[in-house]
C-alpha cells in the first residue's frame, strides 16, 4: 500500500472528519501510548495506524474511526467495530460511512459525509485514478463567511414582534430524534464502563 498518499490525504482532510472538539492525530503526531491504547481497543494487531479521530471520553482509545495503511475502522458505543479494507470492501461513489461502517448521518462527533469522501480519495489515489476523477470538496464551513450570491441572509425575528401563542414547540430543533441525547448518554457509558 501507499501509505505516503493514504497519510498525505489524511492530513488534507481527516479534521474535516471531525464535527467536535474531538481532535484529529496523523502519525507521527500520535502518542505512543494512546496509540497502544487505540490499536488495542480495535484490535489492530498487524497494521499500521496512520490517523485517529478519538471520540471517547478523556481519550481513552475506546471510540472513534482509525485509518491503517489496510484500511478503517469504526467503533462507537452504540454500534459494534465494523472494518473496510480500501481495495477489497469499499467502491467509491457507491458505497458511503453510513451504509458501510455504521455512521450516521445525524452523529454528533464523526461526519459521515466528510468520511466517504475521504475514502474514496483514498481508494481512487491507491488505485491510480485519484488525478482523473472529480472528487466533491469536503470543506467546512467558516463562521464569519458570507452567505453565496442568491441565497438572502436570514434575520433574527424583531423582539418586538407578536409571540407565538398557539402552544406549538417553537426552539426550531424539529428534527429531535434523539441522536444527540444518544451520543451524551453514549459518553456517560463510556465512562460508567470503564472508570480508569
Same mark, same amino acid.
Given at each position: ?11 488534507? !482532510? ?10 484529529? /492525530?496523523?502519525? *507521527? ?18 497494521? !499500521?495506524?496512520?490517523?485517529?479521530? %478519538? ?20 467503533? %462507537? ?6 472494518? !473496510? ?5 469499499? !467502491? ?44 466533491? /470538496? ?17 434575520? *433574527?425575528?424583531?423582539?418586538? /414582534?407578536?409571540? %407565538? ?29 470503564? *472508570?480508569?
Amino acid at each position: 500500500m501507499d501509505t505516503a498518499l493514504i497519510k498525505k490525504l489524511l492530513l488534507e !482532510r481527516l479534521s474535516h472528519c471531525s464535527k467536535g472538539a474531538f481532535e484529529a /492525530q496523523v502519525e *507521527p503526531n500520535i502518542p505512543p501510548k494512546h496509540l497502544e491504547k487505540v490499536k488495542k481497543s480495535f484490535g489492530i494487531t498487524d497494521e !499500521r495506524v496512520l490517523g485517529v479521530i %478519538d471520540t471517547s471520553l478523556f481519550r481513552r482509545g475506546k471510540n472513534g474511526i482509525v485509518f491503517t495503511e489496510k484500511g478503517v475502522y469504526f467503533k %462507537d458505543v452504540l454500534c459494534d467495530l465494523k472494518i !473496510r479494507h480500501y481495495t477489497d470492501d469499499w !467502491r467509491p461513489e457507491e458505497d458511503t460511512a453510513f451504509d458501510s461502517l455504521g455512521i450516521k448521518p445525524d452523529n454528533a462527533l464523526i461526519d459521515t459525509f466528510a468520511v466517504t469522501g475521504l475514502m474514496d480519495e483514498i481508494v481512487y489515489g491507491l488505485s491510480g485514478q485519484l488525478d482523473t476523477v472529480p472528487l466533491p /470538496q469536503t470543506v467546512k464551513p467558516v463562521a464569519d463567511a458570507p452567505a453565496p450570491e442568491g441565497i438572502a441572509e436570514q434575520t *433574527p425575528p424583531d423582539s418586538t /414582534q407578536k409571540a %407565538d401563542t398557539d402552544g406549538e414547540d417553537d426552539d426550531d430543533n424539529d428534527d429531535d430524534d434523539g441522536g444527540g441525547l444518544l451520543d451524551l448518554f453514549g459518553i456517560v457509558l463510556d465512562v460508567a464502563t470503564d *472508570p480508569e
